[in-house]
């Protein structure tokens, strides 16, 4: 059964850094691409980054271009997003999810716990 399973999250300072992972089980990561995605209080759930199930194509969203980093690594399964320089409008419930292609906004299975990222001084 396809499962992700998202950690890393914490309080951090602003300009601070994260690593957030997503580990999956059920299938392995060259089936799906997979996406990160967060939820601010009162604000819809928007795309933060994506890797290709190749893992040779990766896609930001604008917000955090230059800031944030994804990668996978097909041994531990496990995607992760590193974050640097970190502001408190990054604060949110951070999400992955496979998808059948970066850009998808249909998501395989349904979504996880989250972790939540809180950027504040």
């Known amino acids: 059964q396809l499962q992700l399973v998202e950690s890393g999250g914490g309080l951090v300072q602003p300009g601070g850094s994260l690593r957030l992972s997503c580990a999956a089980s059920g299938f392995t990561l060259d089936r799906y691409a997979i996406g990160w995605f967060r939820q601010a209080p009162g604000k819809e759930r928007e795309g933060v980054s994506c890797i290709s199930k190749s893992g040779g194509s990766t896609t930001y969203a604008d917000s955090v271009k230059g800031r944030f980093t994804i990668s996978g690594d097909s041994a531990k399964n496990t995607v992760y997003l590193q974050m640097n320089s970190l502001k408190p409008e990054d604060t949110a419930v951070y999400y992955c999810?496979?998808?059948?292609?970066?850009?998808?906004?249909?998501?395989?299975?349904?979504w996880g716990q989250g972790t939540q990222v809180t950027v504040s001084s």
């Open positions: 999810a496979a998808t059948g292609f970066c850009g998808s906004r249909l998501i395989v299975g349904s």
